[in-house]
T-cell receptor
Framework: AQTVTQSQPEMSVQEAETVTLSCTYD???????LFWYKQPPSRQMILVIR??????QNATENRFSVNFQKAAKSFSLKISDSQLGDAAMYFC?????????????FGQGTILTVHP | DAGVIQSPRHEVTEMGQEVTLRCKPI?????LFWYRQTMMRGLELLIY????????DSGMPEDRFSAKMPNASFSTLKIQPSEPRDSAVYFC????????????FGPGTRLTVT
């Protein structure tokens, strides 16, 4: 079974600085998708970024980018120019393209604190 | 698009009462997922549907929990009888079956069982 591990329960960063959140996963599949979701105090789960495993280019969405290392099964999220609104719980998630009908496997989450 | 709609947003009930949570997925999405989130156990997948058919309910904690999806635009999660340990935030999410595959979450229902 696929597993997703986020080894950092908590992280903190100064406003305007850069922070990287780690995620590793275990799978025997070659085609899959990876996602980062953000859950602010409002508890709404918001998609931040996605990465297709067949793409070598790392995904980027404004200040958010990923470092996808397929061989190492690593998928880290980099937040540049951190803002107070980035403070949230961040979840890494995995989805294979088999018969799971879109089921996501989530990591345990990382709480990010942004200091002014 | 209105997004995934859940109701109620908050529910407070007494132990032993029946609780029904409701979800309207995004139009055109054919997969629907129910999650539970607690501090102790994190985010747990309870059950998911594809084209209104339950695919995997192995995450449903016990027989007190049941879920239905009578049509493509509505699903319910029912707890009967409710217990204090059921207190959690319950999320509904939906997705398309094709790429890019991400799930869109509703705002959640915060359930408190006293």
């Amino acid at each position: 079974a696929q597993t997703v591990t986020q080894s950092q329960p908590e992280m903190s960063v100064q406003e305007a600085e850069t922070v990287t959140l780690s995620c590793t996963y275990d799978t025997s599949e070659s085609d899959y998708y990876l996602f980062w979701y953000k859950q602010p105090p409002s508890r709404q789960m918001i998609l931040v970024i996605r990465q297709e495993a067949y793409k070598q280019q790392n995904a980027t969405e404004n200040r958010f980018s990923v470092n996808f290392q397929k061989a190492a099964k690593s998928f880290s999220l980099k937040i540049s120019d951190s803002q107070l609104g980035d403070a949230a719980m961040y979840f890494c998630a995995y989805r294979d393209l088999g018969t799971s009908y879109g089921k996501l496997t989530f990591g345990q989450g990382t709480i990010l604190t942004v200091h002014p | 698009d209105a997004g995934v709609i859940q109701s109620p947003r908050h529910e407070v009930t007494e132990m032993g009462q029946e609780v029904t949570l409701r979800c309207k997925p995004i139009s055109g999405h054919n997969s629907l997922f129910w999650y539970r989130q607690t501090m102790m156990r994190g985010l747990e997948l309870l059950i998911y549907f594809n084209n209104n058919v339950p695919i995997d309910d192995s995450g449903m904690p016990e027989d007190r929990f049941s879920a239905k999806m009578p049509n493509a635009s509505f699903s319910t999660l029912k707890i009967q009888p409710s217990e204090p340990r059921d207190s959690a935030v319950y999320f509904c999410a939906s997705s398309r079956s094709g790429a890019p595959y991400e799930q869109y979450f509703g705002p959640g229902t915060r359930l408190t069982v006293t």
